[in-house]
């Protein structure tokens, strides 16, 4: 299979990568030419843009990019995707953006003929690098069983979540909920700990008692607790602040839209914004914990 790919980043990078080992044909797209050599160098072709891309003989295309500003950009603008693109060439984007323009761009695709899934991922940048991402599709089942095993050479979780949107609401809601409970664990460790608590063994009783979560487990925010988590190198890598910050803004917008109460979501978002404001919008989510140490651990 011919697969068009558009935007190399941190994230789409590494999950070029990926299919090219798999060994798919693949054609990429990027406004960065260092991350297209770094492509081309291993095998694939490159496209001088997104229009030359989508005209050529894909047969899938996939897109990773940052907002839903540039998903809009990428597949309707004049110049974009469904502008060049043939019917019948399949489109997943597995950015991640709010389920509106999600189910508008997808609307838009079908409507010339391309069927569309929506496909955020989890699993960072080193799952993307590893191969072990989890992919939440929404759109058509057919459509989905036809994509599998392309996804499958990028991740290790698929699943589908419902039509057209669908795996942009299962993306914003679990990072909501991750970002709310990161914030609890933080609290609990900076307060038991100032009560003079050993971090590691209040961790242990935590994970061992019905506070058990991801965020205390498996990406403890207290420095020491976990090795190899970002708490542990000066919350330097994973899942930046800045990128939490975005989801919230996911969240809460669609829950605007829907009147759906988010209010300890609304919470979150005011705590990461506050956290980002005061110039650590690059560290770890997890460093939030710093906002209750009132001190760089």
């Known amino acids: 299979m011919h697969i068009g790919f558009i935007g190399l980043g941190n994230m789409g990078g590494p999950m070029a ?31 001088g843009s997104v229009t030359e891309l989508a005209a050529s003989d894909v047969e899938l295309i996939i897109t990773m990019l940052p907002a839903s500003a540039q998903v809009r950009e990428v597949y309707l603008a004049d110049a974009g995707i469904l502008a060049v693109v043939a019917p019948e060439v399949r489109l997943i984007d597995s950015s991640t953006i709010d389920p509106l323009t999600a189910r508008e761009v997808a609307a838009a695709a079908i409507s010339h003929g391309n069927a ?31 994509v599998l095993e392309v996804l499958q050479a990028m991740g290790r979780n698929i699943v589908h979540c419902g039509p057209a949107g669908n795996g942009q609401v299962a993306k914003v809601a679990n990072n909501m909920l991750l970002a709310i409970s990161m914030i609890g664990v933080a609290e609990a460790m900076n307060l038991g700990v100032s009560l003079g608590m050993d971090p590691g063994v209040l961790a242990g009783v935590i994970n061992t008692s019905s506070g058990r979560c991801w965020s205390s487990d498996t990406y403890n925010p207290y420095p020491g607790v976990i090795e190899g988590v970002p708490a542990s190198r000066n919350y330097t890598g994973g899942f930046g602040t800045d990128l939490m910050l975005k989801d919230l803004g996911l969240a809460t917008e669609a829950a605007r839209q829907q009147k759906q109460p988010v209010m300890l979501g609304a919470l979150a978002q005011q705590l990461y914004q506050t956290f980002s404001s005061q110039g650590h919008g690059s560290l770890d989510f997890s460093a939030i914990i710093k906002m209750y140490s009132g001190e760089d651990k």
């Not at 299919?19 to 406004?31: E, H």
């Not at 940048?125 to 089942?141: D, H, K, N």
């Open 17 to 47: 990568h990926n299919l090219l080992a798999a060994g798919y044909r693949l054609t990429v797209f990027d406004l960065s030419a260092d991350a297209v050599q770094g492509l081309v160098a291993k095998g694939a072709a490159a496209a």
């Open 116 to 146: 569309m899934l929506d496909a955020p991922v989890s699993g960072g940048t080193g799952g993307a690098q590893a191969g072990t991402l989890t992919f939440m599709v929404g759109g058509a089942a057919t459509d989905y069983d036809a």
